[in-house]
């Protein structure tokens, strides 16, 4: 049974320390996304790439956040330096991008907690 | 831009009653559309989805949903609420038709509460 998986699933940290999370896209999905989800803002994209290129990363604060894909099968979001405001599930999907069968498969997300 | 609006953030259904979320979207040419579901403390899972084709479309767990063209709507329905429907529920468009970039847009969830 194929899924997206994504670690760690909780995170307490405190102000000011880096965070990196980590995912695991469907074997053979070449589209990643990322996704931020509050109870203030719903769930807003973050960052999406393709075939491991950065297609749009305008979601994300450019200063504290960056997402990157070191290989195809693992993406990472950092945030450095953490602040209380960070504190959201962020999730992680994976898709195949393109025609019909344009869905997204969601992970189960990680819970980020900065103090 | 694209939109999807989902009427409603919160609805409240007795078990056994219809269930009918609603989702308008704002596109300039007929999207893709789908519907997912989050249950708590998981991730999002796709209920069904409208591509071409049959504009009447059934999911997962007895849930159904029609695209309407004329009315920009793809209202979600089910005959009967079980308890285990309780979740939140998210519209989402793909504009592009899966032709380009892949990225879907959502709606801002409504969150299904099921009273026995």
């Known amino acids: 049974d194929a899924r997206v998986t994504q670690t760690p699933r909780h995170k307490v940290t405190e102000m000011g320390q880096e965070v990196t999370m980590r995912c695991q896209p469907i074997l053979g999905h070449n589209t990643v996304f990322w996704y931020r989800q509050t109870m203030m803002q719903g769930l807003e994209l973050l960052a999406y790439?393709?075939?491991?290129?950065?297609?749009?990363d305008s979601g994300m604060p450019k200063d504290r956040f960056s997402a990157e894909m070191p290989d195809a099968t693992l993406a990472t979001l950092k945030i450095q330096p953490s602040e209380p405001r960070d504190s959201a599930v962020y999730f992680c999907?994976?898709?195949?991008?393109?025609?019909?069968?344009?869905?997204?498969?969601f992970g189960p997300g990680t819970r980020l907690t900065v103090l | 831009a694209q939109s999807v609006t989902q009427l409603g953030s919160h609805v409240s259904v007795s078990e056994g009653a219809l269930v009918l979320l609603r989702c308008n979207y704002s596109s300039s040419v007929p999207p893709y559309l789908f519907w997912y579901v989050q249950y708590p403390n998981q991730g999002l899972q796709l209920l069904l989805k409208y591509t071409t084709g049959a504009t009447l479309v059934k999911g997962i767990n007895g849930f159904e949903a029609e695209f309407k063209k004329s009315e920009t709507s793809f209202h979600l329905t089910k005959p009967s609420a079980h308890m285990s429907d309780a979740a939140e529920y998210f519209c989402?468009?793909?504009?592009?038709?899966?032709?380009?970039?892949?990225?879907?847009?959502f709606g801002r969830g409504t969150q299904l509460t099921v009273w026995p």
């Open positions: 989402a468009v793909d504009a592009d038709r899966g032709s380009t970039l892949g990225r879907l847009y």
């Open positions: 790439f393709r075939n491991r290129a950065p297609l749009d």
């Open positions: 999907a994976s898709g195949s991008g393109r025609g019909v069968n344009n869905e997204q498969f």
